[in-house]
């Protein structure tokens, strides 16, 4: 039997139910040995503590305000290392049959000791679970997430004025910077299509954003492209002819 001590996250916006599964971790230590290394109330405040504090497993509810556990595991799951994760959560049968199939651990409260005992055996084996796993259970972020030398930027979706792919990397545009994400275009445009519309292969805009357009002039007076201007940034972005027709029917002439 492996006796290394795990470093465990607590995170549930009730303190009632901290405690509760403090207590029972203090139950079951002496067959999984472990050490509470936090205790926090929302997935915000999770990913902060994550900053400074390494941690083994995170037991986490998923009905949170602020950040919710689903999506607060979706960021989560971009650390290196990504730490295992197990939802503690009053689901029904059904909603739970989701992270049974994406192969998620989830205890149902009220947690017994003998099940938090045989999930935190297994998590010492598991490898963390995927963000595509997690992806077919969430709904939409309300946050985007950028790793900068350690810290952890929250960006919020609400913020976003455009998305850009450059090289494997994508560009997140916000009226006072620009933050660079290890994400796909293709997946942000899948998740956020009621936010953003393709104005090029390359490049989403907000929809809520947009504040008009700007047709350029070809050279030696040729044809030329439309562009669309965004509030709060003096730049324009082309849209490419592949795109025009599209945009302006979802955006309007």
């Not at 971009?78 to 989830?106: C, G, M, R, S, W």
């Not at 998305?163 to 997140?172: F, G, I, Q, W």
Request: net charge negative; proline share 5%.
């Amino acid at each position: 039997m492996e006796t290394t001590s795990l470093a465990i996250l607590i995170v549930d916006d009730e303190a009632p139910a901290r405690e509760r599964l403090r207590d029972l971790l203090g139950d079951i230590a002496g067959e999984q040995p472990n050490r509470v290394v936090g205790m926090v109330g929302n997935g915000l405040e999770a990913l902060r503590l994550l900053e400074t504090t390494p941690v083994d497993v995170i037991l986490v509810d998923i009905r949170m305000p602020a950040m919710d556990g689903i999506e607060f595991a979706q960021h989560a799951a971009l650390l290196k290392p990504a730490p295992p994760i197990i939802f503690v959560t009053a689901y029904d049968e059904h909603a739970v049959q989701a992270f049974e199939l994406n192969a998620i651990d989830y205890l149902l409260k009220p947690a017994r000791a003998d099940r938090l005992a045989a999930a935190l055996q297994k998590a010492r084996h598991a490898t963390p679970v995927t963000r595509e796993a997690l992806d077919t259970i969430a709904e939409p972020r309300r946050h985007l997430t950028c790793s900068e030398r350690g810290k952890i930027h929250l960006i919020p979706i609400a913020d976003v004025l455009y998305l850009k792919a450059e090289l494997k990397y994508v560009t997140a545009r916000t009226a006072g910077r620009e933050y660079l994400l290890e994400e796909s275009l293709v997946q942000l445009e899948q998740e956020f299509a009621e936010r953003f519309v393709r104005i090029h292969r390359n490049c989403l805009v907000s929809r809520s954003a947009v504040v008009g357009f700007e047709r350029s002039v070809g050279e030696d007076g040729g044809e030329g492209y439309w562009s669309v201007r965004l509030n709060g940034l003096d730049e324009l972005l082309p849209i490419s002819r592949r795109q025009w027709a599209n945009v302006r029917a979802v955006l309007g002439d």
